[in-house]
């Protein structure tokens, strides 16, 4: 390929210009005959003639390569497209930063921007310095990445001109590692770091013309870590200090700050000593005026401008910065760093003292020398402050000594001379005073121990140029003359290491080398050489130094001098020429002070002035030479004379071997324009900067080699488009790239295939690109001419169909319109003859009513006219009356009035008269006698009146006196009164006691003596009983006898024993029945109900008598013992329809794997061998009585009665069957269902009631006769049946609830989960996937305890096979003693006994045989119930799975020690029973020694995978039992030590285990059920809104736990948030891969090319992505579902569940837009669709979790709307549809997003500038009220407010069982 091929017509170039530097033009035709010809944007059209092809102009970049994050991603590598791209990137992206290689270019923007927030720090943690946008954090990463992994110390080099934000960076950079690396010790170092920025700032930062915050001296900082990288420590070290800016400074200029922030505090009183007077006395104040003929004025105290040092630059405040402000923070950072008030105070007086130093006047005193006037006020306040004589400060200003030989003489200095000492010594002092603060600040940041790395910041002052350049740009440029030496050495070792890595040929690159110009500078006979030459000659001079330059420096090439001066010289920087004027070179190199001034400052009084000044002289970095006044003394060493530049080469020499033995990291600030203006590019300016800076050198070093390169995979991807599918070697993708780039590229000079990458040289890329936009230009045209064709031809015949059926219907419509007009035509005629006629007749009838109605108005009108002037005339009349009533009247009170005038002024006159009459009376003696003898008696009875009033008053004192102390007896009698009045209240309370109590135990005593009357006429009536009962026992025993000795009939025995031999035969068919259905003996239910009720039958007997009272407990327990056949058939059946509704049950029922340890002992002992037979007579001879009739009957009714009770059992099956039935169609849910349950469970209650009655009543029937054995041995029978009786029963209800609790809890989570839509229950096999987990932990458990049941059940049915063999040959020992019996008895009274033997054995067959059919049929129900229910489970995904979820069970929670059946070998389902014992209080009591036990088993020693198989939080109910039982005895020290043992026991577990999230979200369920159960029974109303009446009655009764329920609340907001965090972390690897990178959707990838900061460019490691993008969202899914199952498992709360995945999802969205708002990569439409189709699996993910109707897919609302905004049209017509889709996201965030939005491909539009701006004038209504979404990236850190909703337990606490997982013997229920 040829350069020719790339000119052709509509190719971009760059041509130069003066103003903008480069003008982008575009070829108008291919480039032929040398002959250029383009045409510019403005329209204007330009021929170039070239010489050559080198002469070409450079071409400008594709599109797609413009705004790149790295300029050496640039196909073309070239000065225009670098300013391009970085002005592109600054003023339509708003990006500050770019990347250029190793360099980070930083322009300033002039603007506060919120990208260095905590959030935007832990976006670059981890991250490599390519993965993100370019940003000063992904340097500082880098260079901490790389200390961490090289074990290799790291430098930052942060370099560019006054303005450019080098101390910014710089700061930005040491906050990161302040925060990456805090360590957590007591210094506290990090902060101290960044403490120690203010302060520098202040002594060492000014404002400049360029800068408002200018750096004016160098510092290097090391931040010292420690083995673990945490900082330990710091050190700085600082360059150069600009001290002439002390005493003078440039128009708009300013001072150091700390000056003017000292002056801001002048009016403070605690600065008033240091004497901040008015602007007229301060010289350094008012140099900038001396032209002002004007007389000085005077201001305010304190102020700047009264300063000569600090108003020359006319510039004393800055805008938008508040000196005061920066005071009190510079205070208190010398405060954070150790800095005492006292040593403050005297820094800001040696500031002070500088400032007044300033003004002190010298004035000429003729001839060579000066003087100082005594008067002078600043000399006065300089010597007070600075603590040193006023009259010596006088003396060695204006003079100075010279030794000569032994002679000293001094001699006067000139006023020049005085004043240059005057600022020297200023200079001095404020160089000592800032060497100090820093050295101070490194005692601060002094690490205790060596460190073992560190990291160094370096900011230092980039190239300068000015008008006039003097000795410090020398040095400043000298010294980055040093670091771009060392820059391109590092940038061409990189090079080079790449492409040996890559195992590439190369080629030596030449760059340029500036060391002729630094050895111009420091060699031998160098320009410094000869400096410190000069200064060393006695008169030495600038001009004589600058003409040696001339003379020795010549023969360098990098030496010039001007041609029309001869006071400077050039020199040929690497960046520009630069011309030093030489004028203070010398004076600057010597920086001198007078020893005399010196020896003044050492004896000053003030201890920091004298500390200044007696340290060692190396301590200090900047160097003074001190003056002799005569031979050097013998401790004066070779370095106090060393120059100030030889000083700067040592230490430019140290640094530069100090970041040699580092690994370097360069930053690059640009200052954008000379206004300050923000986001405005000159590019002039910038391109100054970029050749001073050596970023162009990296992009020239970059285009010589191969700056392009590509791996193999990224290649193929892009490129694939250029190969054909023959051309595709799957398993060698590098062979593949061979062949494309084969077909594209004939030079081989232009590419290299490396290891991993392809190299390519510069413009390659731009010219594949362009093959691949002509490739898919041409498969765009190919795709578009068929698709065109295809719509054409549709069109065509759609046309042509369309306009044959629009002439049919057209031609149809013709016709029809001709029939219809001509009959319209017809019709036409006919209505105009109607309507004219109308017409006219309507006229007509117009016409008649017109003029009718004329003369109608006419005749009104002559009518109205006539009435109207009859009406006037009338009106006339009125008013003539009226006028002439008011004239008369008027005319009457005319008169009136005159005549009352006239009256009143005769009366005047007579009174007047009689008025003077009275005065001269009254002036007459005799009345004024009558007035004074009035007035006598008036004071008369007035003296009178006073006298009584003094005694009254006399009187009112005394009792006033008396008032007072009878007020001070009636209060003391008040306080008895009350004491008086408690203590009667206190005595009739008592008596009040007294009288309860009193009557208490009279109703105790009576009834007490009720019971004992009671017991006695019991005990008479037992005895007597008893009595009769023998009686009766002797006589029939004597009968029985008789009977026997009397049969003597043979005859009569045959007959019977014909009769007994049938019935033999018939009993012994009856037995193979019994032994045929020996598996119905297992429950004997009936038969022991029936003993039940027999023995309650006799009970009542042995009680009956007329003096006793039964209960109603009695009679309803005896009711049903009157015929015990039928109501043996009527209790079964009842008892089959009761016992789902059964209470008492539940008591017996355990919870998850909690056993009952009464339940494990074996029933097999309570078998038939416990039933003393023998004993059976005298119960038989009762039923006897009661059964047999008088009158002996025959056997056949025997027979009949037989056939009666199989009959009564068939139809007792019927109605079992028809119950069954019912219970399996009526829903467990029904209400009608729900009021059964709750009738049976009261019935239970009252018979639970009633059995205890019994009891009672029994026992005190065995106590009250201890001597009958009968009795004795008749009780022991009934209880022994009792207890049996109540076994079985139990069993048997327990089995039926088992199974109908495993269909209800099936019914009810179906319906919790999916509402009606049951039957997708199990589509998926949810189920099995649910139940998977218990099956395995459980499946053992059931197998070991299936086995030991089927070995019990094998032992009992041995038993009874044993027991009814037993039975039958106990039967036929009877009928063989009964048959000798009768043959030798008595004929008489044979056939009788036989009989009743006879009938009492059928009785007895009859009974046993129905008890056993009834048994076997309730066996063979509960068989197909088992069964039924086992098929539903197995359908339903699993028989022997648990649930940890609490919504199976009807108490809340699915009890997990309810064994869930499991068939065996025989497909029988055999059951778990528990046994139930006692009514229990639902408390555990301990033993206060063993709490810690009790703590150490549930707490310390309890692991996940035991909690896992118990009830979800039973660890919280067994402790709150704890409580409950310690509220109960009101212990307040247990109950205390109690809690504060479960507080600090769980702090200790999670404390230990906090990494492992099953244990943290273990007790986190257990600490909000314990704080639920403390809330459910604190007796608060609030929270019993839903408890049962007993759960109301175990409330807590003695202590109110509020404020352990507040420490608990406590306690799970802090395990909450670290579960929160361990998912957080878990979760944070997965973001970025799974959300950004995974590419679900095949052909959708956006790569581009990239340059050496690519994705892999960077060598820190990657720790964001530890997967593989393609496999991470099925991870993250993965962990999603196994933090959902953890929780679930352990039974947290629903609503929890909700918020810690709110704030999951909230954190993978804050996470996932953070770092796609930092890649510029990421922001393309086909990432948008990837984006988007990730996040739905998201969402999918909370549909299936059932979630998302809580609002947690809200919390990715912002992500989302990212992904949309990436996907919009981006066109003027679509802003309001953008404003309005992005409510979610801020409106820094939407301008950014579209900022870094880059067309994947050229086909594809940028988002145009005006777009942008539109946009940003939308959401401005908006940003008014977003002051919260101020910052640009989402705040990880944030959390939603945790809330634990009141939770309360339908677990009954007397319900709960101790595990046998769990050993806690020492525990007791009650």
């Known amino acids: 390929m040829s350069v020719r091929e790339l000119y052709v017509k509509g190719a971009h170039v760059w041509i130069p210009d003066r103003e903008q530097v480069w003008r982008c033009a575009q070829l108008t035709q291919d480039y032929k005959n040398h002959l250029v010809t383009v045409t510019f944007e403005d329209g204007q059209t330009q021929e170039i003639k070239v010489k050559s092809d080198e002469e070409l102009p450079p071409l400008r970049n594709p599109e797609i390569l413009i705004g790149e994050n790295d300029l050496t991603s640039l196909s073309y590598l070239h000065e225009p497209a670098v300013l391009y791209n970085l002005q592109v990137r600054f003023c339509n992206q708003n990006a500050i930063y770019t990347y250029c290689g190793i360099v980070l270019v930083a322009i300033n923007p002039y603007e506060e921007l919120p990208i260095y927030g905590p959030d935007t720090i832990s976006a670059y943690r981890g991250h490599s310095m390519g993965d993100l ?23 930052i080099i942060v370099s560019g001109e006054s303005g450019a934000g080098k101390t910014v960076s710089a700061k930005y950079a040491m906050r990161y590692f302040a925060s990456v690396g805090g360590s957590d010790s007591e210094t506290q170092i990090e902060k101290k770091i960044l403490a120690s920025n203010p302060i520098m700032e202040a002594i060492g930062n000014a404002k400049t013309t360029r800068n408002d915050n200018s750096s004016r001296f160098g510092k290097y900082i090391e931040l010292d870590f420690t083995r673990s990288y945490s900082i330990m420590g710091a050190n700085m070290r600082t360059y150069l200090l600009e001290k002439s800016r002390v005493v003078f400074q440039a128009p708009e200029e300013r001072n150091y700050h700390i000056f003017y922030q000292l002056c801001s505090a002048a009016s403070d009183k605690k600065y008033s000593h240091l004497r901040l007077g008015p602007p007229e006395t301060f010289h350094y104040m008012n140099q900038g005026l001396q032209e002002d003929p004007t007389p000085p004025r005077r201001s305010r105290p304190g102020h700047q401008d009264n300063f000569h040092y600090l108003n020359q630059g006319s510039s004393p405040s800055i805008e938008g910065v508040d000196d005061g402000a920066d005071f009190i923070e510079t205070c208190k950072a010398l ?16 500031l002070a003292g500088i400032l007044h130093l300033g003004n002190i006047v010298i004035q000429d005193n003729g001839g060579d020398a000066s003087t100082i006037d005594k008067g002078d006020e600043s000399l006065a306040i300089v010597a007070e402050l600075l603590g040193i004589s006023a009259s010596e400060l006088k003396m060695w200003l204006c003079h100075r000594k010279i030794t000569s030989g032994r002679e000293v003489f001094t001699k006067p200095v000139t006023l020049s001379e005085a004043t240059f000492s005057r600022d020297a010594l200023a200079k001095h002092i404020y160089a000592k005073l800032f060497d100090w603060i820093v050295k101070e600040i490194n005692k601060c940041f002094a690490a205790p121990t060596k460190p073992f790395r560190f990291i160094g910041v370096l900011d230092i002052y980039g190239f300068e140029t000015f008008e006039i350049n003097s000795f410090e740009q020398f040095c400043i440029n000298y010294a980055n003359e040093k670091l771009q030496q060392q820059f391109n050495q590092h940038v061409f070792k990189l090079e080079q290491e790449e492409y040996v890595k890559e195992q590439i040929e190369w080629e030596f690159i030449n760059f340029y080398d500036n060391q002729p110009c630094i050895d111009l500078i420091e060699s031998k006979l160098g320009i410094l050489d000869l400096l410190d030459e000069e200064c060393r000659m006695p008169k030495g001079s600038d001009q004589s130094w600058v003409e040696k330059l001339y003379d020795k420096c010549k023969k360098w090439d990098h030496f010039s001098k001007p041609r029309l001066s001869n006071t400077s010289f050039l020199i040929a920087h690497f960046a520009d020429k630069v011309g030093y004027e030489c004028a203070g070179f010398l004076e600057k190199n010597r920086d001198t002070v007078s020893e005399e001034q010196i020896n003044l400052l050492k004896s000053s009084q003030i201890s920091l002035v004298h500390a200044l000044f007696t340290e060692k002289a190396q301590v200090a970095p900047t160097k003074v030479k001190v003056l002799p006044t005569g031979p050097s003394p013998a401790h004066s060493s070779k370095q106090m004379r060393k120059s100030v530049g030889s000083q700067f080469r040592d230490s430019l020499n140290l640094l530069m071997l100090t970041l040699n033995s580092t690994t370097p990291h360069y930053v690059r600030c640009i200052k954008p324009n000379d206004d300050k203006m923000a986001f405005t590019f000159d590019p002039t300016r910038a391109i100054q900067q970029l050749r001073a800076c050596g970023v162009l050198e990296t992009v020239r070093i970059s285009a010589a080699g191969y700056p392009s390169r590509w791996t193999y995979h990224e290649f193929f991807c892009r490129y694939r488009v250029l190969c054909t599918s023959r051309d595709i070697v799957r398993n060698d993708m590098r062979l593949t790239c061979e062949k494309i780039i084969a077909n594209m590229i004939t030079d081989e000079d232009k590419f290299k295939f490396g290891r991993t990458k392809i190299f390519f040289r510069a413009g390659q890329v731009a010219y594949m690109e362009k093959l691949r936009a002509d490739r898919l230009s041409a498969c765009g045209i190919m795709i578009q001419k068929n698709v065109r064709m295809y719509i054409h031809r549709n069109r065509f015949r759609r046309m042509r169909n369309s306009a044959i059926v629009i002439q049919k219907y ?35 009838r117009r016409l008649v009513y017109t003029i009718t109605r004329l003369q109608a108005h006419a005749r009104g009108c002559w009518a109205r006219q006539k009435y109207q002037h009859m009406r006037r005339d009338r009106a006339a009349i009125v008013i003539q009356k009226n006028v002439r009533q008011w004239l008369t009247r008027r005319r009457y009170l005319r008169a009136m009035r005159g005549f009352v005038i006239v009256q009143g002024l005769v009366r005047c006159f007579l009174a007047r008269r009689q008025l003077k009459k009275l005065k001269i009376e009254a002036k007459s003696i005799e009345h004024q006698k009558k007035l004074n003898k009035g007035l006598e008696n008036k004071i008369i009875s007035l003296q009178q009146k006073l006298t009584e009033m003094k005694n009254e008053n006399s009187f009112i004192s005394s009792y006033k006196e008396e008032i007072t102390v009878l007020k001070t007896r009636v209060t003391d009698l008040k306080g008895v009164e009350k004491q008086l009045k408690a203590s009667n209240n206190q005595v009739s309370e008592l008596e009040a006691r007294i009288a309860e109590l009193t009557k208490e135990l009279e109703m105790e005593r009576g009834e007490k003596m009720d019971v004992l009357t009671q017991k006695e006429r019991a005990d008479k009536e037992n005895r007597e009983l008893i009595e009769k009962l023998n009686e009766e026992n002797v006589r029939l025993t004597k009968e029985l006898s008789d009977a026997q000795k009397e049969e003597t009939k043979r005859e009569s025995e045959e007959y019977l024993r014909r009769k007994f031999e049938a019935e033999k035969q018939q009993l012994i068919l009856e037995n193979t029945d019994e032994k045929s259905g020996y598996q119905r003996l297992l429950k004997e239910f009936n038969r022991l109900e029936q003993k039940n009720e027999h023995l309650e039958e006799e009970l009542a007997k042995f009680k009956g008598g007329n003096a006793h009272k039964r209960t109603a407990s009695n009679v309803s327990n005896l009711s049903g013992a009157s015929d015990a056949p039928t109501e043996l058939v009527h209790d079964d059946a009842s008892e089959f329809s009761s016992f789902p509704g059964d209470d008492d049950w539940m008591s017996d029922i355990g919870y998850g794997s909690v056993r009952s340890r009464s339940s494990e002992m074996s029933d097999s002992n309570r078998n038939l061998d416990n039933i003393e037979w023998s004993s059976q007579k005298t119960g038989d001879t009762s039923e006897i ?28 099956r019927n109605l079992s069957k028809q119950i069954d039935h019912l219970e399996s169609s009526s829903p467990p849910d029904d209400p009608q269902h729900a009021q059964e349950l709750i009738r049976l469970q009261e019935l239970e209650m009252e018979n639970a009631k009633l059995k205890d009655d019994l009891n009672r009543l029994r026992k005190s029937i065995a106590d009250s006769e201890p001597q009958n054995n009968r009795v004795q041995e008749f009780m022991r029978q009934f209880e022994a049946l009792q207890d049996e009786l109540e076994r079985r029963r139990e069993e048997c209800i327990q089995l039926r609830t088992v199974l109908a609790n495993r269909a209800h809890d099936l019914r009810s989570v179906t319906q919790t989960s999916y509402g009606k839509d049951v039957d997708i229950v199990n589509e998926d096999g949810e189920l099995v996937l649910a139940y998977q987990t218990q099956k395995q932990v459980n499946r053992r458990q059931l197998e070991d305890e299936l086995k030991k049941e089927k070995q019990r059940l094998h032992e009992t049915e041995t038993d009874y096979k044993g027991e009814l063999e037993r039975l039958r040959r106990d039967n036929e020992r009877q009928q063989k003693l009964l048959a000798q019996n009768l043959c030798k008895s008595d004929a008489t009274n044979s056939e009788t006994l036989l009989q009743s033997e006879i009938m009492r054995l059928t009785s007895e067959n009859l009974n046993l045989q129905g008890q056993v059919d009834n048994l076997t049929e309730q066996l063979k129900k509960y068989k197909r119930s088992l069964r039924a229910y086992a098929k539903k489970l197995k359908e339903a995904g699993g028989s022997s799975s648990k649930r940890s979820s609490a919504q199976g069970s009807p108490y809340g929670g699915d009890p997990t020690d309810m064994l869930d059946v499991n068939t065996t070998n025989e497909g029988e389902v055999l059951p778990i029973i528990r046994k139930k014992e006692r009514e229990y209080m639902g408390m555990f009591e301990y033993d206060r020694r063993e709490e810690m036990q009790i703590i150490r088993v549930l707490v310390y020693e309890l692991k996940p995978r035991v909690a896992v198989t118990l009830l979800p939080g039973l660890p919280a109910y067994i402790l709150f039992m704890c409580i409950r039982h310690t509220d109960h005895i009101n212990d307040d020290e247990k109950v205390r030590s109690l809690l504060n043992n479960i507080v600090n026991g769980v702090k200790r577990v999670i404390k230990k285990r906090h990494e492992d999230l099953d244990s943290t979200v273990l007790w986190l369920s257990n600490v909000l059920r314990l704080l639920h159960n403390l809330k459910q029974y604190s007796g608060d109303k609030a929270f019993q809104a839903e408890n049962t009446v007993k759960q109301n009655e175990q409330s807590l009764k003695n202590f109110d736990l509020s404020e352990y329920r507040q420490v608990l609340s406590d306690i799970a907001v802090w395990i909450y948030n670290g579960v929160i965090k361990l998912m957080e972390e878990k979760v944070q690897p997965l973001i970025v891969p799974s959300i950004l990178e995974h590419e679900a959707i095949a052909g959708l990838s956006g790569n581009k090319p990239g340059g050496m900061r690519g994705r892999t460019g960077s060598v820190a490691r990657e720790l964001e992505s530890p997967v593989e993008p393609q496999k991470a969202l099925d991870l993250l899914l993965k962990e999603m579902t196994q933090f959902y199952r953890t929780l679930a498992m352990f039974g947290t709360d629903p609503e929890l569940i909700t918020q810690v995945f709110r704030q999951i999802f909230y954190f993978i969205c804050a996470g996932s837009l953070n770092n796609l708002l930092l890649r510029k990569d990421m922001c393309h439409w086909s990432k948008g669709m990837q984006i988007r189709y990730n996040l739905s699996h998201l969402e999918q993910w909370t549909r299936d979790m059932r979630l998302h109707e809580s609002g947690v897919t809200d919390t990715l609302a912002p992500i989302i709307q990212a992904a949309q905004l990436l996907q919009a049209r981006k066109s003027d017509d679509d802003v309001h549809s953008i404003c309005d889709m992005c409510d979610k996201l801020s409106v820094s965030q939407i301008i950014k997003i579209l900022n870094l939005y880059t067309p994947a491909d050229e086909f594809e539009d940028r988002v145009p500038i005006s777009f942008i701006h539109k946009i940003q004038a939308k959401l401005q209504e908006r940003a008014e009220g977003e002051q919260a979404q101020a910052t640009l990236l989402m705040n990880t850190k944030f959390a939603f407010p945790v809330r634990f909703p009141f939770n309360p337990s339908s677990i009954h606490l007397e319900d709960i069982e101790l595990p046998d997982a769990l050993p806690l013997t020492m525990l007791k229920k009650v």
């Open 335 to 350: 405060s954070l760093l150790g800095i005492s008030e006292a040593t403050q105070n005297q820094m800001f007086r040696i």
């Open 133 to 155: 946008d370019p940003h000063i954090f992904a340097v500082a990463e880098e260079a901490f990445t790389q200390m961490e992994r090289d074990n290799r110390d790291q430098s």
């Open 1185 to 1212: 009585k009661i059964q047999v009739p008088q009158k002996m009957e025959d056997i056949t009714l025997v027979l009949q009665l037989q056939n009666k009770v199989r009959e009564l059992e068939k139809e007792r």
């Open 810 to 844: 057209a031609r149809g419509m013709a016709s029809r319109r001709l029939a219809h007009h001509m009959r319209q035509t017809a019709a036409a005629i006919k209505i105009q003859a109607c309507v004219r006629g109308w017409v006219k007749r309507v006229q007509y």
